[in-house]
């Protein structure tokens, strides 16, 4: 019993570590996402 609680324990760490890279990765490109808009709009604004 003790070899399958330390595996479902390593397979939730495991999972845990996956969202949270997700929801890093999913923040970081809406950031630049954000960042290049804000570009755009500066670059449009000194353009008019």
């Known amino acids: 019993m003790d070899g399958v609680t330390n595996v479902k324990i390593h397979i ?3 999972v ?3 969202v ?3 929801i890093v990765a999913i ?3 809406r950031l630049d996402k954000l960042g ?3 570009s755009i709009n500066k ?3 000194c353009s008019q």
């Open 20 to 22: 949270i890279v997700d």
């Open 27 to 29: 923040v970081n490109t």
């Open 43 to 45: 670059k449009f604004k």
């Open 12 to 14: 939730l760490t495991f």
């Open 36 to 38: 290049i808009f804000n």
């Open 16 to 18: 845990k570590i996956v």
